[in-house]
C-alpha cells in the first residue's frame, strides 16, 4: 500500500477545472516529451514535486515555469543576503538573482 491515489487524465482535468486551487502531491513523467512536463508542472500543488525520468530532444522547450509554485525566488542581486537567509530557513528552495 502507497497510499497513492492513481487518477486518469481525465480524472485530472475534471478536478482542476472544478477547483483551479487544486494539485497533486507527486507528477512522475517517463515520456521526456515536453508538453506532457508542461502539462504535469500545471497539476502539481505548491511544494509538489516532478520527477522526469524520460529525455527530451535537445529542441525540447518548456515554456510554463511558475517560479513560486517550484520554490523559487526572483530577488535583484542587492538583496542577495535576504536570498540566502530564506534558503537558510527553507522558505524557498532556490534562488535566482537578477542583474540590471
Given at each position: 500500500?502507497?497510499?497513492?491515489?492513481?487518477?486518469?487524465?481525465?480524472?485530472?482535468?475534471?478536478?482542476?477545472?472544478?477547483?483551479?486551487?487544486?494539485?497533486?502531491?507527486?507528477?512522475?513523467?517517463?515520456?521526456?516529451?515536453?508538453?506532457?512536463?508542461?502539462?504535469?508542472?500545471?497539476?502539481?500543488?505548491?511544494?509538489?514535486?516532478?520527477?522526469?525520468?524520460?529525455?527530451?530532444?535537445?529542441?525540447?522547450?518548456i515554456r510554463y515555469i511558475d517560479?513560486?509554485?517550484?520554490?523559487?525566488?526572483?530577488?535583484?542581486?542587492?538583496?542577495?543576503?535576504?536570498?540566502?537567509?530564506?534558503?537558510k530557513k527553507g522558505s524557498i528552495?532556490?534562488?535566482?538573482?537578477?542583474?540590471?
Open positions: 500500500e502507497t497510499n497513492y491515489e492513481i487518477i486518469s487524465p481525465k480524472e485530472l482535468k475534471a478536478k482542476k477545472q472544478a477547483d483551479s486551487s487544486w494539485g497533486v502531491d507527486l507528477v512522475i513523467d517517463c515520456s521526456g516529451h515536453a508538453p506532457a512536463i508542461e502539462e504535469a508542472l500545471m497539476l502539481l500543488r505548491s511544494g509538489g514535486t516532478l520527477c522526469i525520468f524520460g529525455v527530451s530532444s535537445s529542441e525540447a522547450r517560479y513560486k509554485k517550484l520554490g523559487i525566488e526572483v530577488y535583484p542581486l542587492k538583496e542577495f543576503k535576504e536570498a540566502i537567509r530564506e534558503l528552495a532556490k534562488a535566482i538573482f537578477e542583474i540590471n
